[in-house]
């Protein structure tokens, strides 16, 4: 059975850049064809996708944050990491990874990890 | 404000049936991009509840149920229970925006 598990600091000072990675067990990153994705939400408030990312590094973001932020697969660590620069406190959030339901970014997530509170403050 | 629109909440009675509606546009709904669904319970991970329009992950109970119609989409829930008090969210791909769009999600209370 598939499972995420998201890593990293959980405070990181402004202007920095946050670095997360999520770790996936029960199936092998490189064997299958499927998209996997960063989500976040700031607390009480709702979803914001961040970028999706296949094996093979094709690689799609959202517009808002494409100039900061790189999505990269290690797949001798089967993991996925997120990289987002120059962070500011209003992006306080949980950071999600999940996987896509197919071999298309344009699938639903159906599995996502359990999330990680990364609290941007100096 | 979010590019879909979702009502803040929703109340209902157990065993009472319940809708939830996503309001979109031309450039996300309406062109024809699927409407995914997701729970989530206080201080967990969103839950996949509904995949491209009508279909339910197995395991997911067949009270849940989706459509879509023009520019909207609605998840429905039969047979109100209280555990179905959660937070939902419909989801859908803008090709104005070129980005995945979240509802701004709503909040079901099972009275």
């Known amino acids: 059975q598939l499972q995420l598990q998201e890593s990293g600091p959980g405070l990181v000072k402004p202007w920095e850049t946050l670095s997360l990675t999520c770790t996936v067990s029960?199936?092998?990153?490189?064997?299958?064809?499927?998209?996997w994705g960063w989500i976040r939400q700031p607390p009480g408030k709702g979803l914001e996708w961040i970028g999706s990312i296949h094996y093979s590094g094709n690689a799609y973001y959202n517009p808002s944050l494409k100039s900061r932020v790189t999505i990269f697969v290690d797949t001798s660590q089967n993991q996925v990491s997120l990289k987002l620069s120059s962070v500011t406190a209003a992006e306080s959030a949980v950071y999600y990874c999940?996987?896509?339901?197919?071999?298309?970014?344009?699938?639903?997530?159906?599995?996502w990890g359990q999330g990680t509170m990364v609290t941007l403050s100096s | 404000q979010s590019v879909l629109t979702q009502p803040p909440s929703v109340s209902g009675a157990p065993g009472q049936r319940i809708t939830i509606s996503c309001t979109g546009s031309s450039s996300n709904i309406g062109t024809g991009y699927d409407v995914h669904w997701y729970q989530q319970l206080p201080g967990i991970a969103p839950k996949l509840l509904i995949f491209?329009?009508?279909n339910r992950p197995s395991g997911v109970p067949d009270r849940f149920s989706g459509s879509k119609s023009g520019t909207s989409a609605s998840l429905a829930i039969t047979g109100l229970q209280a555990e179905d008090e959660a937070d939902y969210y419909c989801?859908?791909?803008?090709?104005?925006?070129?980005?995945?769009?979240f509802g701004g999600g709503t909040k079901l209370t099972v009275l």
């Open positions: 989801q859908s791909y803008d090709s104005s925006l070129s980005v995945w769009v």
């Open positions: 491209a329009n009508s």
């Open positions: 029960g199936g092998s990153i490189r064997s299958s064809s499927y998209y």
């Open positions: 999940a996987k896509h339901l197919g071999n298309s970014w344009l699938d639903a997530f159906d599995i």
